[in-house]
């Protein structure tokens, strides 16, 4: 799901409180929706408390604390490690509850690689210069970037040392 279909959502919860989402907060890769009911008393729901996510949001009725998390702003400008600008912040995209990857500009960046600020900052992140195959099996392909996500699998396949290798 994209960040950008979430801002003025519909949210209920299975108790019955219901509200709309005023913002979505991120600390780290975790999301955060604040949301006002009709009263435009806020409250705080976790993202991993979300059961559905359709045309309204669906959620257990757990209700978090305030987080100290910093807003998602889209439209805000990328810059990479070098000053370069990349273009601006157009949508994140999410899956388990988190962010996943980034699209600044024309291209898609993993969320691990960004630093969000008043400005996007995307590091220099390795990438791979040739698949990574295990017993004929592609597990990587060539050009994918080197996350954690990416390393933790590969240390499951036991293809760590491969995979890190193939970034040289």
């Given at each position: ?11 209920k919860s ?9 913002s ?18 806020e ?5 991993q ?19 100290a998390?910093?807003?998602?702003r889209l ?10 600008y ?53 597990l ?29």
């Amino acid at each position: 799901m994209k960040i950008s279909q979430i801002f003025g959502k519909r949210i209920k919860s299975a108790g019955g409180r219901e509200g709309y989402v005023v913002s979505v907060n991120a600390v780290g890769l975790s999301l955060f929706f604040v949301c006002a009911d009709e009263g435009e008393r806020e409250f705080t729901v976790d993202m991993q408390s979300v059961i559905s996510l359709g045309d309204s949001i669906l959620y257990d009725g757990k209700v978090c604390g305030k987080k100290a998390a910093a807003p998602v702003r889209l439209g805000r400008a990328g810059f990479d490690m070098r000053g370069n600008y990349l273009g601006n912040l157009e949508d994140f995209t999410v899956l388990g509850g988190k962010l996943k990857t980034a699209k600044i500009g024309k291209k898609n960046y993993p969320a691990e690689g960004l630093i969000l600020g008043d400005v996007i900052i995307v590091k220099d992140l390795r990438r791979l210069k040739s698949d990574v195959v295990k017993g004929g099996t592609t597990l990587f392909k060539k050009g994918a970037y080197v996350t954690d996500d990416v390393l933790s699998e590969a240390a499951t396949a036991g293809e760590y040392v491969q995979t890190t290798l193939k970034t040289i």
